[in-house]
């Protein structure tokens, strides 16, 4: 049995920065990708970022160069680092593995995810 736990969620300002972590038990996902994704309410869920096993990254637009993905094949954990947060980056935030991903890709589009956290909810006030 596959299960990914976030945590690292919060409240924070305009201008802060948070770290997200997803922990994954059940599986060994060093040959997994990994990546995250944000549901505001109303909204659908978007892509945030991605990571490859190998390490190849990927980011949505809106959080290039603010946001940094990380993972630790050792521990099992895939980290989201993000910096200047804006309002707009409130959401509930998902971690997701992506089993058929290859040593430098990885998907992008949610429905390729085969398994999923309960997500973290990240607010930022303005």
């Known amino acids: 049995q596959v299960q990914l736990v976030e945590s690292g969620g919060g409240l924070v300002q305009a201008g802060g920065s948070l770290r997200l972590s997803c922990a994954a038990s059940?599986?060994?996902?060093?040959?997994?990708?990994m990546g995250w994704f944000r549901q505001s309410p109303g909204k659908e869920r978007d892509f945030v970022a991605a990571?490859?096993?190998?390490?190849?990254?990927y980011y949505a637009n809106s959080v290039k160069g603010r946001f940094t993905i990380s993972r630790d094949n050792a521990k099992n954990t895939v980290s989201l680092e993000m910096n200047s947060l804006k309002p707009e980056d409130t959401a509930v935030y998902y971690c997701?593995?992506?089993?058929?991903?290859?040593?430098?890709?990885?998907?992008?589009?949610?429905?390729?995810?085969?398994?999923w956290g309960q997500g973290t909810q990240v607010t930022v006030s303005s």
């Open positions: 059940g599986r060994t996902f060093r040959r997994d990708g």
């Open positions: 990571i490859s096993w190998m390490g190849t990254t």
């Open positions: 997701a593995l992506d089993s058929s991903a290859t040593a430098f890709y990885t998907a992008r589009a949610a429905d390729e995810y085969e398994y």
